[in-house]
């Protein structure tokens, strides 16, 4: 079953602006991921935060959880079209034996 | 980075003949390996987890008989699609989660493998 919930589903935006995706989820976490997937293509892990973290930052990526809340979101700032994809966030349990569960997804399309 | 390969990268078969998939981790020892299924425009559902040495455990409502895995090393699992039919067409990806500290909470996924039933 799928416990995370990103929304919006759809996104569509000017190059240059910002994007923020959210991700919801509903058990306890170990950690939570966010990846990206262009068209046809493989998953791309883009960044990792742990249930103690409250924030993280790679690059133009800025990502935030809050365990309180059950959510986390997702920031690409200055994006550019070749930041079109579909992005799940995917949340790992704890136990030896987690496993990810993922989202539904979000599509980015970025204008040029 | 870790990389993982899938073979083939796309296939397209007759109704009711098996396909392989392959997945190899290629720079390091993969525990565990994950299989996931994807239709069009929607999200992975994980089909399966195999551990080296020991059977997979499948997820529910995934038929074992159906959809073979066999982890025979740290670095190759292999999921078989026997007796294939059209609606086993979808997208398949596998992933490697490490053995190393420094790896063990990320899956590194491949690039996956479009499997068409005629």
């Known amino acids: ?3 995370g919930e990103e929304d919006p589903q759809a996104l569509s935006i000017q190059e240059g602006e910002n994007a923020t995706m959210n991700c919801s989820y509903k058990t306890s976490i170990n950690n ?3 990846y990206r997937q262009n068209s046809g293509r493989g998953l791309v892990h883009l960044i990792l935060i742990r249930s103690n ?10 990502v935030t959880l809050d365990t309180s809340k059950k959510s986390s979101s997702l920031l690409i700032t200055a994006s550019r079209a070749a930041d079109t994809a579909s992005y799940f966030c995917a949340t790992d349990g704890t136990g030896a034996n987690s496993k990810l569960t993922f989202g539904k997804g979000i599509t980015l399309s970025v204008r040029p | 980075g870790a990389v993982v390969s899938q073979h083939p990268s796309w296939v397209i078969c007759k109704s009711g003949t ?5 997945c ?12 996931y299924r994807q239709f069009p425009k929607q999200s992975l559902m994980l089909m399966a987890t195999s551990n080296e040495g020991s059977k997979a455990t499948y997820e529910q409502g995934v038929e074992k008989d159906k959809f073979l895995i066999n982890h025979a090393s740290l670095t190759l699992s292999t999921l078989t699609v026997t007796s294939a039919h059209p609606e086993d067409s ?3 990806i596998c992933s490697a989660r490490s053995r190393g500290l420094r790896l063990q909470e990320t899956q ?3 690039p996956g493998t479009r499997l068409l039933v005629l």
């Open chain 1, 1 to 3: 079953s799928q416990q």
């Open chain 1, 32 to 34: 939570l991921q966010w």
């Open chain 1, 53 to 62: 973290e409250r924030e993280k930052h790679s690059g133009r990526l800025r």
């Open chain 2, 18 to 22: 098996s396909v392989k998939i392959e």
């Open chain 2, 24 to 35: 190899r981790s290629l720079d390091f020892q993969a525990t565990t390996m994950f299989w």
């Open chain 2, 90 to 92: 979808s997208f398949y």
């Open chain 2, 108 to 110: 590194y996924f491949g």
